[in-house]
DNA sequence: CCATGGTGTCATTTT
DNA sequence: CCAAAATGACACCAT
């Protein structure tokens, strides 16, 4: 028969065993080791207080947080191996009861002490009650219950409430807080091996990393019981030498739950660890007017990203609105939306944007009488603003400055007698040096070309440009203004445009922006050479596919940088768990060798007050000291000699340590 | 007016 | 070696 587990085992940390024969009574200590199929931190460890147990979350308890078979079935091997307590002293149970028994003069503890077995008592007082103030089993309480107790373990979502937020953002913050949840927490094996060693580990490696954290912690029990062993399997020993390791095991035992073994930038966050709001801040720092939601997308096994996901597909028929008409299209989701005629037959009802389409034109017409690209013609009526959309030549010309007589040369193939007007244009800049656009041009027909130039002309529009407006840096009408003017003037839709849409829509690009970047690339270069394109029309559909791929990969790196980030909060999350369930556990353990202590003290006296000498006289405690002897007897030795054979246990113990 | 965060873009590096 | 992706840095804009 068993006694109940002592309410402070689940240490794992302080194995003591201590069989103290007297008279046959048997003491066995055994405080903090977790009993077989149990793991201290599956106890103590609290949930992650911005991870409240949902329903909706996809790692139910039961389910272990995910753990792999292979490392359930490694946690039942290691629990069977520490339950088998091999080569470790076989785990017993505190029997307060007999130490009760002793001190309260029972007749079986008294003859217990003059030396005869009664091992048997122990079974046979298996169920005697527990006494009042005393006995740890009193005050026995289940950790989870002290962790609902903790105000700290509320849910971060909930204190967030008080935060001023609305509700939907914490719906949104709880969902955030949910998507990392399982993040790292499946990852969190049931031995309590810290999550931020493998949260960011891939996940191949995580079952060898599994492995040896397992053998590190079952590696660290045994160093820990071998000590004990080593101490307290000798030969003999007094029970000063108890009062010694109770009073020297606890900073030694609790060295594996030190403090330190929490990474050091914990430390940083160590003063509001008993702080929910710390960790609001935490969360509401990153949270915090976050327009990353479709960062969130990125992962899976979220309802919140699941969410967005679905809104970002209701929202997909809205972000083909700036597709062009092509008849050779085959994608019917590029077909022109109405909104986009309802733009275009706007075009009368602002006279702002009329002059911006006649300058547009006029743009075109100047390409075509200058031999300049209209490209270059625009650059005209823009400040040389990197960001502005129309630089999208910046980096030609930064690598080919040196060539820009070349360009012109090129340049004069569109109409040759106006080559010095392209020398004059081109020293403003207008260059349009790339290659692999007279290639298209090479291999294109004359009427082709003409038919292209037809088609310019057509939008003729009278527009004189002046040589000194011509003057970027002198050109007050940027493009940004330009952009706010129509963007201010236009309806919602036209506002939604992008400096790339306008600039398509502008030179007539047939092809919409969104199939100019999704397009695959063998897709991308059939059509450029299926189509007869001008030069400014393929370089900017290779620019607005080259900054449109760009802009997605910037998107995703910053929705990995997010993700990152949360991850990290999470192991930060993780970790003050952790330690706060640590403090505990340490605190626990402390107020049960306190009480030990006591109890092994007040045995302690009650035994020398029944001791006699000789002469009948009273044992002096002081001068004198128990001593257990594996034949079962018990020696009143002088202290001096439990000194002496204390060093030579102590150094023998060391010796075997150190083998 | 300033601070902050989101976003687009370019240049460069990495894959 | 080349193309695409990734990323740092910067500028602009909205709040």
Redesign the pocket.
């Known amino acids: 028969m068993k006694l109940p587990k002592p309410w402070w085992a689940g240490g794992g940390l302080l194995n003591l065993t201590l069989l103290l024969s007297l008279a046959g009574l048997r003491v066995d200590l055994d405080l903090c080791l977790p009993p077989p199929g149990t793991s201290f931190r599956e106890e103590l460890l609290p949930l992650c207080p911005t991870r409240p147990a949902s329903a909706s979350s996809p790692f139910s308890a039961s389910e272990g947080w995910g753990r792999s078979p292979q490392l359930l079935a490694k946690g039942r091997l290691l629990r069977e191996v520490r339950a088998l307590g091999v080569p470790f002293i076989p785990r017993t149970r505190v029997d307060a009861w007999l130490v009760h028994s002793v001190a309260t003069g029972d007749a079986d503890g008294t003859h217990g002490l003059l030396g005869t077995a009664a091992s048997s008592a122990v079974e046979d007082g298996g169920q005697a009650a527990p006494e009042g103030g005393g006995d740890p089993r009193e005050a026995h309480h289940s950790p989870l219950a002290v962790e609902e107790e903790d105000p700290a373990a509320e849910p971060t979502a909930q204190v967030r409430d008080t935060d001023g937020r609305g509700s939907q953002e914490n719906d949104i913050l709880k969902e955030k807080s949910e998507a990392v949840d399982h993040t790292s927490q499946h990852e969190e094996d049931e031995e309590g091996v810290p999550a931020h060693l493998k949260s960011l580990q891939p996940s191949q490696k995580d079952e060898n990393k599994m492995i040896d954290a397992l053998d590190w912690e079952a590696e660290v029990i045994t160093e820990s019981r071998n000590e004990s062993h080593l101490h307290w399997s000798d030969t003999s020993f007094s029970l000063e030498d108890l009062f010694q390791l109770l009073s020297s095991q606890p900073e030694h035992s609790l060295e594996g739950i030190s403090l330190e073994d929490i990474p050091p930038f914990l430390s940083s966050v160590d003063e509001s660890v008993n702080s929910s709001a710390h960790n609001i801040n935490l969360s509401h720092a990153i949270s915090?007017?976050?327009?990353?939601h479709e960062a969130m997308l990125l992962c899976p096994n979220n309802t919140f990203r699941r969410e967005l996901a679905r809104t970002s597909q209701a929202q997909e028929p809205f972000l083909q609105l700036n597709s062009h008409v092509n008849p050779e299209q085959a994608i019917p989701s590029m077909s022109f939306p109405p909104a986009d005629n309802q733009m275009r037959n706007l075009t009368s009802q602002d006279l702002l944007y009329d002059l911006d389409a006649n300058i547009f034109d006029g743009i075109n017409l100047m390409s075509l009488a200058t031999g300049f690209s209209p490209l270059e013609v625009s650059q005209l009526f823009e400040e040389p603003?990197?960001?502005s959309?129309l630089?999208?030549n910046?980096?030609y010309t930064?690598t080919t400055k040196s060539n820009s007589h070349c360009t012109c040369d090129d340049a004069v193939g569109y109409n040759s007698g106006l080559q010095s007007l392209c020398h004059d244009l081109g020293a403003v800049g207008g260059c349009y040096p790339e290659p692999r656009k007279h290639c298209y041009m090479d291999h294109r027909t004359l009427s082709a070309f003409h038919q292209d130039l037809k088609c310019q002309i057509f939008h003729d529009h009278t527009y004189h440009v002046q040589p000194g407006v011509l003057e970027p840096k002198s050109e007050s009408f940027t493009w940004?203004e330009k952009s706010?003017k129509i963007s201010g003037c236009h309806d919602d839709l036209e506002r939604n445009l992008?400096?790339?849409e306008q600039r398509a829509k502008e030179l007539h690009i047939p092809f919409s922006v969104d199939e100019i970047v999704q397009m695959p690339?063998d897709s991308f270069n059939s059509m450029l050479s299926r189509h007869y394109l001008t030069d400014l029309q393929v370089s900017l559909i290779r620019?607005i596919r080259?900054?449109?791929?760009?802009?997605v990969?910037?998107?995703?790196?910053?929705k990995?940088?997010l993700n990152i980030i949360l991850s990290l909060e999470d192991d930060i999350c993780n970790l003050q768990t952790k330690k706060e369930a640590l403090k505990r556990e340490q605190a626990q353990c402390n107020k049960a060798i306190g009480i030990m202590k006591q109890k092994l003290h007040d045995l302690y006296q009650d035994v020398f007050s029944r001791l006699r000498d000789d002469q009948g006289r009273p044992v002096n405690p002081s001068h004198y000291a128990l001593q257990y002897s594996h034949n079962g007897t018990v020696l009143i030795v002088p202290k001096e000699l439990v000194l002496s054979g204390n060093k030579k246990v102590a150094a023998k113990g060391k010796r075997e340590r150190t083998k």
């Open positions: 915090h007017d976050v327009n990353l603003d990197s960001d959309g630089s999208l910046s980096s930064t940004s706010k992008s400096r790339d690339v620019d080259r900054r449109g791929k760009n802009k990969a910037a998107q995703n790196c910053r990995r940088k």
